[in-house]
């Protein structure tokens, strides 16, 4: 891509690469509030919108696009505030999830994506996904559906006490902006088989400095535990409507070494999915795709093109 068209902010954090696996072209969307989101749009066919989550970015989901754009349209939106999406302050932007799923629908308005959408989530991606479902759900056809929550803490599963600092305590807070505790964390915790070098430094690249990890940190302290909470009516809500999908495709995806989103959330899942075709892997953590792309790619590739819309 010729950097006279990238955003100031993908031009920054692609100049740290090359990254292994990503040789796709960004492009950008401009909010109305100026700020410049990050997205990519592969391949032509299906839509396959993909979700990531907190401290990641589009390029957790690189294997996918790379093993469906010969046949769907991928699409895969960088967060405001991660990867390679401006990254303001909180004067700027208010970093919650209905600013997030505003942001998703505003996108999808300007891409003309249809009616016919597969949704792929992980972590975050699915409070953001199901939460823009719950105006939009008669669009969605078809899920992919990886180490993520689409309902609030299940009551057996205790908050793990690394959210729990970086949510509520001013400790925390400094460790994820200062230290970059919870993107570097994430590289090296989040997986079973170890990151390359190449991989650990891409993943990290947008979050680089106190001002650029803004929304790693605002990410955690959004988190729904009880009514009160700013995304806890959506959370809410989304869970009590996720029996509604059952009627269609759905595949599970699952790392059981993923010390949040563990068997708690994917019992819940399969609960209200019992249809659902799943993959579950002892031996993965939460980057699943990181420890399993090589299985599930095909697997989910397969899924895809057997359901098709």
């Not at 839509?47 to 469906?68: A, D, F, K, T």
């Not at 535990?225 to 809500?237: F, I, K, T």
Request: aromatic share 12%.
């Amino acid at each position: 891509m010729n950097p006279t068209t990238l955003s100031a902010e993908q031009a920054r954090v692609l100049a740290k690469g090359p990254f292994p696996d990503y040789p796709f072209t960004p492009k950008s969307f401009v909010h109305p509030n100026g700020l410049a989101q990050s997205y990519l749009d592969e391949g032509e066919g299906d839509p396959v919108l993909m979700l990531h989550g907190n401290p990641s970015w589009s390029y957790y989901w690189r294997h996918l696009v790379l093993g469906l754009r010969d046949d769907y349209r991928c699409i895969v939106p960088d967060h405001i505030g991660m990867g390679l999406s401006d990254k303001p302050d909180d004067k700027a932007y208010s970093y919650t999830l209905r600013s997030r799923i505003q942001d998703l629908d505003r996108l999808l308005t300007h891409l003309d994506v249809g009616d016919d959408l597969t949704l792929a989530v992980h972590d975050w991606g699915g409070m953001i996904g199901f939460g823009w479902a719950l105006k939009h759900g008669a669009r969605i056809k078809r899920l992919v559906i990886l180490n993520t929550a689409s309902f609030p803490l299940p009551a057996s599963k205790p908050l793990p006490w690394q959210l729990k600092l970086g949510r509520d305590y001013n400790l925390g807070a400094i460790a994820i902006r200062g230290f970059n505790a919870f993107a570097a964390g994430a590289t090296r915790q989040g997986v079973v088989r170890k990151m390359p070098e190449d991989v650990l430094k891409a993943y990290e690249a947008p979050y680089d400095s106190w001002k650029n990890r803004i929304s790693t940190l605002r990410f955690v302290q959004d988190i729904p535990l009880a009514p009160g909470d700013r995304a806890w009516d959506l959370v809410e809500e989304a869970g009590k409507r996720l029996a509604s999908y059952a009627d269609r495709p759905a595949y599970l995806g699952w790392g059981l070494q993923d010390f949040v989103f563990d068997h708690h959330f994917l019992k819940g899942f399969e609960e209200a999915l019992p249809r659902a075709e799943k993959q579950v892997y002892e031996d993965a953590g939460h980057y699943v795709l990181e420890d399993k792309h090589e299985l599930l790619v095909p697997r989910i590739r397969d899924f895809l093109d057997r359901n098709l819309l």
